[in-house]
């Protein structure tokens, strides 16, 4: 088959994802290796996508002169496109800012970088099969206590425009925090399904709470298990940080049609 080299990256890069997701959503009991090539192709494509494919210009890193304006939004994003399969668009962090950690209920996700570095650090939720222990860190009230959730601390990486997608899927790494790294950053951002309230899809912010180290006995300690531990903390939903929120900005780049 003739290779298309008209029709524009982010285009081909729309048709995959839906054609990927929507077969997603109904194979849940079907043949796992059929998704797992459109996956892979999609991944493919999105590699390879820089910020000069979506004609956006990356953002200087300007130094702070201690009078920036309060009402910039510390992240902008770009609408692309969304359907009922998945979304798309670009984030734009400044530097020295973060998206605070936030799940993804139920969705499928991939991010890559356009320009610039971020750090990302991915969670899961545990089954609470667990007592909460008595003194976190930081406290909580009492009656808090209840609504707290084992989690674990699956990786830390570093993106840059020259790195794979990051991957997140409703039962791996579907939580994370992302920090602009040495600078401002972009990244194109796909969720499978987008964000829907009505259908049990919002967002929630968390904080990572830890349990105060019990003291040493003496017995001897697995430090294999150790290890495991070390990467394990209590998780406690909190309203948007107040330092955080996002503006919007036009898309410039290639029409997208689904």
């Known amino acids: 088959m003739p290779r298309d080299n008209k029709t524009a990256l982010i ?16 194979a849940n ?8 090539d459109k996956v892979n192709e999609l991944i493919s ?19 702070s002169s ?3 304006a309060p009402q910039s939004p510390p992240v902008t994003y770009m609408h692309i496109c969304e359907t009922e399969v998945f979304s798309m668009g670009v984030f734009l962090l400044k530097a020295g800012t973060s998206i605070p950690l936030h799940d993804h209920p139920g969705m499928n996700g991939m991010l890559k970088v356009l320009y610039g570095k971020v750090n990302v650090r991915c969670l899961d939720k545990l089954e609470n099969s667990l007592p909460v222990p008595p003194r976190l ?13 084992r989690s674990v601390l699956r990786s830390v990486a570093e993106y840059s425009e ?20 040495d600078g401002p950053a972009a990244f194109l951002d ?14 929630h912010y968390y904080r990572v709470l830890r349990s105060e180290a019990e003291p040493v006995t003496g017995a001897k300690v697995d430090q294999e298990q150790l290890g495991d531990k070390e990467n ?27």
């Open 190 to 203: 796909i969720l499978a399904p987008p964000y829907n309230p009505d259908d049990g899809r919002d967002c």
């Open 137 to 149: 860190e930081p406290a909580l009230a009492p009656l808090q206590t209840a609504v707290v959730w």
């Open 29 to 36: 009991n079907g043949d796992g290796s059929v998704v797992a």
């Open 45 to 63: 494509l999105v590699t390879s996508v820089r910020a000069k494919d979506l004609k956006i210009i990356p953002l200087k890193n300007k130094p």
């Open 232 to 258: 394990e903390g209590w998780l406690f939903e909190i309203p948007q940080p107040e330092d955080f929120w996002c503006g919007g900005e036009p898309y410039p780049g290639p029409v997208v049609s689904i």
């Open 162 to 181: 020259n790195s794979g997608p990051c991957l997140l899927t409703p039962v791996r790494d579907n939580l994370h925090q992302i920090d602009a790294v």
């Open 66 to 68: 201690g009078a920036a």
């Open 11 to 26: 285009q081909k890069i729309a048709k995959q994802a839906f054609i990927t997701f929507k077969d997603c959503r109904s």
